[in-house]
């Protein structure tokens, strides 16, 4: 384990673990990627191993600008989507590729009661709040640390979300970890302490096209969902607060199906959310959330391309996962090397806990108290399939 020294209290602190002691800042820095309105200056970094993977990584909003992944004939490209220019992120990203924070998904009417007391955040999706509002953590500079340990190499991103942020109550001191493996899996673990109980709901928001990035759309894309059951939404995306069965529904992805089999089909739950943009209960799912330990990561998702025969496999402590297929991408937006991302061109898979979760006492819980310790893990595993 690599460990770092911070001056500011002479300690000496492992990249890799969450401390109160460590300030964050410092390490090897990146190269610049730009400044953003607020005058930050942003660093780009490159992680690579020995087999052809490459992930690019800026440290605001710990966005994942490319990753690059072989075929089965080797060839190399980029699986994900994304801009070339920090400016087109602040603009009007959809959230590509970045960290989602405090609360990942949407929370009913933007406001919430917790402990007595009722708290109210933005409304930015409508009449809800979604994926930490306005200025979420996808849209701040997080403090970045490179490590190498064993047969990976990584980066560890800090940042103190203040009391008040976007509404949310408590200080927030959240670490991710990014670490990329000679086995092909790219690994996320989130870490974060408060000092007033809050909700907290962490999560990776990166588009996926396994073909390449964006030049075609993901309806070939074969999926299986480790879950029997989802949480239907009403007409704003809220969950009803069932958990409904996917038997007999299109939401059935228990065994391989590709993602245009059914996306179409006169289903009310589909037109509500213009396709798949649905949490899916996991089988077996881990602890996660405020749990001493995560536990270990569980096979929620597996999803083949057959052009290329890129297999991603998605493992996660998190109880659930939300599958969502494109829908509002609508040829608006101009990604990487001038590609235009139309309808359907990139797929998301957010492992998570339950959207609306502080307003429903019957999903597992995602509140944070003082004492405790938020822990998640997801995996991402890629390989090829013949």
């Known amino acids: 384990m690599r460990r770092t020294f911070d001056a500011r209290t002479a300690t000496w602190c492992a990249v890799v673990t969450l401390s109160a002691a460590c300030g964050g800042g410092g390490g090897e820095k990146g190269h610049p990627f730009g400044t953003t309105n607020r005058g930050e200056a942003v660093s780009l970094y490159t992680l690579k ?43 009007g990203s959809p959230y590509f590729g970045a960290i989602i924070g405090r609360y990942g998904n949407r929370i009913a009417g933007g406001r919430f009661t917790l402990d007595g007391q009722t708290y109210t955040l933005a409304r930015n999706n409508g009449v809800n709040h979604l ?10 500079v997080w403090a ?48 974060a302490t408060t000092d007033r109980a809050t909700p907290v709901n962490l999560t990776q928001h990166s588009y996926f096209n396994l073909g390449s990035d964006g030049t075609g759309d993901i309806l070939g894309h074969v999926v299986v969902l480790n879950a029997d059951r989802f949480t239907p939404v009403d007409s704003t995306l809220i969950p009803t607060g069932e958990l409904r069965s996917v038997q007999g ?28 943009d649905h949490n899916f209960v996991l089988n077996k799912g881990g602890k996660g959330g405020t749990e001493t330990t995560a536990g270990d990561p569980t096979l929620a998702a597996r999803v083949y391309e ?3 025969g890129r297999v991603m496999e998605i493992l996660t402590t998190e109880p659930g996962l939300q599958f969502y297929s494109g829908n509002f991408l609508d040829g608006t937006l101009r990604g990487k090397h001038g590609v235009v ?37 997801t995996i991402y595993r890629f390989s090829i399939q013949p």
């Open 144 to 191: 970045a640390t490179r490590f190498e340990r064993g047969d990976s190499t990584g980066l560890v991103f800090r940042y103190t979300s203040p009391d008040g942020e976007e509404g949310y109550p408590g200080t927030l001191r959240a670490q991710v970890t990014y670490t990329l493996t000679e086995s092909n899996e790219l690994i996320f673990d989130y870490e």
């Open 306 to 308: 057959p052009r290329s």
């Open 341 to 377: 991302y139309r309808h359907r061109a990139g797929f998301a898979m957010e492992t998570q806990h339950f959207p609306d979760s502080p307003n429903e006492p019957a999903f597992p819980s995602t509140t944070l108290r003082p004492g405790q310790t938020y822990r998640s893990r």
């Open 131 to 140: 994926h930490g509002g306005v200025r979420g953590f996808d849209k701040v």
């Open 249 to 276: 529904t299109p939401f059935d992805f228990r065994t391989p199906m590709a993602i245009g089999a059914r996306v179409g089909q006169n289903d009310e739950q589909l037109r509500y959310g213009r396709g798949y």
């Open 49 to 91: 191993n020995a087999h052809g993977m490459e992930l690019r990584v800026i440290d605001y909003g710990g966005i994942i600008l490319s990753l690059k992944v072989p075929d089965r004939t080797g060839r190399v490209a980029d699986v994900v989507l994304g801009f070339d220019s920090l400016g087109d992120y602040e603009r």
